[in-house]
């Protein structure tokens, strides 16, 4: 009896490491690789115009990859669930093989197929691939409950075995004359869509930063890890300089190949450890593990990416403020570091990490105290390189609903870009506005002169906007608001969350979260007046502030008040979050209590924050 095989790829787009896809191949007589793509899903879908091109993309590189193998890419229009019936009894289908997808809704949609195809009378093969580890596996060891902490998640993984090794790419020699039967109409019925048909709008669409599709991938990591090594090494081993560069998109960049699944986890890992080997240094898999472990936090909790019913997600009452989300995700909050993030965001598709942490700690508990759902929501739609499970698990991170908790250290939007890119080459690039701005005003230009705003052709609030918000009143305020939370939580449930609180802003943070960032230590500041932004030239120190706007004073007062008066202004005040997680997981296992804000602020808000950074 004839052996007849469909392969489903959803992530997974690659031939090489796939072992679903050499599993279906095996004593095969034919082969048919699948994709299903819903137009209608397409048109009415929150995601936006770069990840369906760089999807687009992939399908093409993938199919045209088949092609040399005497094989096609079937792109079907339609659901899974609808159509696999019919192509079952149409194609005598007796195996279907296909990636495990580790995500709940995966999972469960992975479910209803299998009981399809076992009522047809189909095997069904389900491999690993997309992840290092079986995360079943993790949640076992774990006393089957997933690690709530990355210290948690590393010591349980160091204690299992590596993960496998890469397998080789389907070729002309595995397929051992498996075929596939192609017809004159497969174009028609069968080729992968132009993103016109699609619904979308091509017209101004930015230039591809990211090509999609395995072999750009392939070519990518070959250029890290071939011969000449040498870049990857000094990513890895050497401090990158401070300057624009560092925030653009890099032609050896891999995130949104390793999301899509162009590239094999298990092929980064490899030649990642080869590297080590050669030149004997200590293996770090950080950048690797991270995926794993908000994959293995999100895949038994259907409501990882939302505040209510999430087990793990500490329930802030955060405001809805839609004017003030619209102004965030379309570059006008009036902060030149935060817009020119997001306008590469929008224009390319991705951000730098640094990029991320700045703009998700504004929107959240920085300064607009936006729920993380909401800038969730937004990277789904924009960074081709999202993902479920990343993306929530990094947007409850940054927001200190979940994984970190040391909401006391706060990213300014002012001189942390500056720190990382002094002359501001970043913000020239994406907000050509403000270009003929000189570099000691260009991350806050409302406090150049007006003279040096005509020389600029850009005066503020007329040519670009005033700042949104007063930062220094804003973090002040928004850190409080988290102190009493946490404070809540801990007598609610006994839990050890503020233990490393400092008890007033003024205390000096000595924070390592620039991996590699050569960044001054600053000496003691001077108090600051609140009328604009300059340096001490003593210590290095930034004062920032919008022209004539006080600073948060001490005392009792309505805080919902005083919050609703910060559009008036904005500043510069510096902050860096830390990456190193505190706590254990009994710390989060209880954060779903909802937590009342109490409008009394405390006397503990100081006048001067300072926060020293240190590489």
């Known amino acids: 009896m004839a052996v007849n095989s469909i392969h489903w790829f959803r992530k997974g787009l690659r031939l090489h490491d796939n072992p679903a896809l050499l599993e279906a191949v095996q004593g095969a007589d034919t082969l048919r690789c699948v994709y299903f793509l819903d137009p209608w899903f397409a048109g009415s879908s929150s995601v936006g115009v770069n990840r369906w091109r760089f999807l687009l993309q992939c399908l093409e590189d993938l199919d045209s990859s088949l092609r040399k193998l005497n094989s096609r890419l079937f792109v079907i229009r339609g659901q899974p669930a609808n159509i696999f019936p019919r192509l079952f009894k149409e194609w005598k289908i007796s195996r279907l093989t296909f990636e495990c997808d580790s995500e709940p809704f995966g999972k469960e949609r992975d479910a209803a197929i299998k009981k399809l195809a076992s009522e047809a009378g189909v095997e069904v093969i389900v491999k690993t691939s997309h992840t290092l580890y079986n995360l079943d596996k993790i949640i076992e060891l774990n006393g089957g409950q997933p690690p709530l902490t990355y210290k948690r998640f590393q010591t ?73 090594s040498a870049s990857v090494l000094q990513e890895i081993f050497e401090r990158p300089k401070l300057n624009s560069s560092l925030l653009l ?34 293996a770090n898999y950080d950048k690797l593990l991270w995926r794993e472990f908000f994959y293995t936090a999100a895949t038994n909790n259907p409501r990882f990416d939302k ?19 619209a102004k965030w995700a379309e570059a006008k909050t009036g902060f030149p ?77 002012v001189g942390f870009g500056r720190r990382i890119d002094p002359n501001g080459d970043f913000i020239r690039r994406y907000l050509p506005v403000l270009r003929d701005f000189p570099a000691k005003y260009i991350y806050d230009p409302w406090n150049a002169p007006e003279a040096v705003q005509r020389a600029a052709k850009c005066i503020v609030g007329v040519d ?70 300059r340096r001490d030239h003593r210590s290095g120190e930034e004062h920032a502030g919008p022209s004539g ?26 902050g860096r979050e830390s990456e190193q997680e505190s706590g254990d997981d009994s710390r989060l296992s209880a954060s779903a209590l909802k937590v009342q804000w109490h409008s009394k602020e405390t006397n503990a808000v100081q006048q001067d924050e ?4 240190s590489s």
């Open 307 to 325: 505040m209510e019913g999430n087990p793990i997600c500490i329930r802030i009452p955060w405001d809805k403020n839609p004017e003030a989300l």
């Open 610 to 613: 300072r926060m020293t950074m």
């Open 464 to 533: 670009y906007p005033k700042p949104m918000v007063n930062h220094a009143e804003a973090s002040r305020l928004n850190i409080e608001r988290m102190r009493q939370i946490y404070q809540q939580l801990s007598r609610y449930r006994g839990l050890s969350l503020l233990a490393t609180v400092p008890s007033s802003h003024g205390e000096d943070v000595n924070v390592n979260g620039l991996r590699g960032l050569a960044v001054p230590v600053s000496g003691k500041r001077r108090r600051g007046n609140g009328h604009g932004s």
């Open 337 to 413: 570091w935060i817009d020119a993030i997001m306008t590469q965001l929008r224009q390319e598709g991705w951000i730098h990490h640094l990029a991320r942490h700045a703009v998700a700690c504004f929107l959240t508990r920085g300064d607009l105290w936006i729920s993380w759902e909401e800038g969730m929501k937004v990277f789904e739609e924009l960074l081709l390189d999202a993902d479920w499970s990343m993306n929530a698990g990094s947007w409850m991170c940054h927001s200190c609903s979940s994984f970190f908790q040391q909401f006391f250290h706060c990213y300014c939007p």
């Open 249 to 282: 998109a890099s032609p050896l960049g891999l995130s949104p190949y390793l999301r899509f699944g162009c590239l094999s986890c298990r092929l980064f890992y490899a030649r990642l450890t080869q590297l080590y080997n050669k030149v004997k240094k200590n």
């Open 156 to 228: 349980l993984v160091s204690n299992m075995d590596p993960p496998d090794p890469p397998l080789e790419p389907l070729s002309k020699v595995l397929m051992n004359g498996c075929t596939t039967p192609v017809f004159d109409n497969h174009q028609e019925k069968y080729g992968v869509p132009l993103l016109e048909e699609l619904g979308f709008e091509t017209e101004g669409l930015c230039p591809v930063v990211w090509p999609g599709g395995e072999t750009e991938a392939l070519t990518r990591i070959e250029k890290q890890f071939g011969k000449d």
């Open 549 to 574: 706007v006080k600073h948060l004073s001490t005392g009792s007062g309505d805080a919902q008040s005083r919050l609703s008066r910060l559009g008036n202004g904005g500043s510069g005040k510096r």
